[in-house]
T-cell receptor, first 112, second 112 residues
Framework: QKEVEQNSGPLSVPEGAIASLNCTYS??????FFWYRQYSGKSPELIMS????GDKEDGRFTAQLNKASQYVSLLIRDSQPSDSATYLC????????????FGAGTQVVVTP | EAQVTQNPRYLITVTGKKLTVTCSQN?????MSWYRQDPGLGLRQIYY???????DKGDVPEGYKVSRKEKRNFPLILESPSPNQTSLYFC???????????FGNGTRLTVT
């Protein structure tokens, strides 16, 4: 069973600080990596996709991928109360591209 | 508006009574997938479809059926629901297996 692991949290972050979320995966053949945000009772929505090693920035969000170490991270800069949500890491299976594994999610709580 | 539409949003049924959850997308996406979400377990993939008439099992397919007769529709069928299928279900679609997913609003199913 391919695995995607995240710290469940909650991760408490002061408003304006940087939130750092980590995700590790077991499948060395994985090629596609995603971060989704899910508010309570709502459906997941895409924050970031990343496919190659290094950093990818989009506004206050930065995704970092290190395939050699098999981890992908998400940084949220200048955290706002509206960032309080559960963040889901998703990784495709390298030998079965249609299969997508999700981590259990990290709950982030931004405190004013 | 580009969207994935699931129906119904809420469903309460009894053990053994066949039911269908519909999913339709208007984005001409080739890839569609069903997930269930349970507390502490995250999103688990039930079935996915790479294109019309092409479906395959995810990680938790037991007790479910799907069909993809048209590109826009991907219904989830529970022929004999059991209480352990009580869950929050999401349908999602994308241009391809390695593309970001667009999620429907979810269907909360309770089987008594």
């Amino acid at each position: 069973q391919k695995e995607v692991e995240q710290n469940s949290g909650p991760l408490s972050v002061p408003e304006g600080a940087i939130a750092s979320l980590n995700c590790t995966y077991s499948d060395r053949g994985s090629q596609s990596f995603f971060w989704y945000r899910q508010y309570s009772g709502k459906s997941p929505e895409l924050i970031m996709s990343i496919y190659s090693n290094g950093d990818k920035e989009d506004g206050r969000f930065t995704a970092q991928l290190n395939k050699a170490s098999q981890y992908v991270s998400l940084l949220i800069r200048d955290s706002q109360p509206s960032d309080s949500a559960t963040y889901l890491c998703a990784v495709n299976e390298g030998d079965s591209w249609g299969k997508l594994q999700f981590g259990a999610g990290t709950q982030v709580v931004v405190t004013p | 508006e580009a969207q994935v539409t699931q129906n119904p949003r809420y469903l309460i049924t009894v053990t053994g009574k066949k039911l269908t959850v519909t999913c339709s997308q208007n984005m001409n996406h080739e890839y569609m997938s069903w997930y269930r979400q349970d507390p502490g377990l995250g999103l688990r993939q039930i079935y996915y479809s790479m294109n019309v008439e092409v479906t395959d099992k995810g990680d938790v397919p037991e007790g479910y059926k799907v069909s993809r007769k048209e590109k826009r529709n991907f219904p989830l069928i529970l022929e004999s629901p059991s209480p352990n299928q009580t869950s929050l279900y999401f349908c999602a679609s994308s241009f391809g297996a390695n593309s970001p997913l667009h999620f429907g609003n979810g269907t909360r199913l309770t089987v008594t």
